[in-house]
């Protein structure tokens, strides 16, 4: 059993940066996943970071600004996000997956926090 709190959204202008953070209690060698939902669409993955944190995934519209990482020690992950565009902005949700694999679908994810807006404004 495992609950995650996000923070760090916020309100950004097109260019900026954010960095999310995720506080997981309880056991930390889960497989963690970035997850984002804009209004009227699906939930989709972003990007998610192997047990150990030498392995990482991105979808590709994250590649080269988006990074996860996780401080083991602390049961925390993070997502830093670079030159934010306008299509970024959604509620930003942590997920956790108890399996030595990643996964890039929601389906595969057991343990979700609440979320956390992020709005890149124009």
């Known amino acids: 059993q495992v609950q995650l709190l996000e923070s760090g959204g916020g309100l950004v202008q097109a260019g900026g940066s954010l960095r999310l953070s995720c506080a997981a209690s309880?056991?930390?060698?889960?497989?963690m996943g970035w997850f984002r939902q804009a209004p009227g669409k699906e939930r989709e993955f972003v990007a998610a970071?192997?047990?150990?944190?030498?392995?990482?995934r991105y979808v590709d519209s994250a590649k080269g600004r988006f990074t996860i990482s996780r401080d083991n020690a602390l049961n925390t992950v993070s997502l830093q996000m670079n030159s934010l565009k306008t299509e970024d902005t959604a509620v930003y949700y942590c997920?956790?997956?108890?399996?030595?694999?990643?996964?890039?679908?929601?389906?595969?994810?057991?343990?979700w926090g609440q979320g956390t807006q992020v709005t890149v404004s124009s």
């Open positions: 997920a956790a997956r108890d399996d030595v694999y990643y996964a890039a679908s929601d389906s595969g994810y057991k343990y």
């Open positions: 970071i192997s047990r150990g944190g030498s392995n990482t």
């Open positions: 309880g056991r930390s060698n889960y497989v």
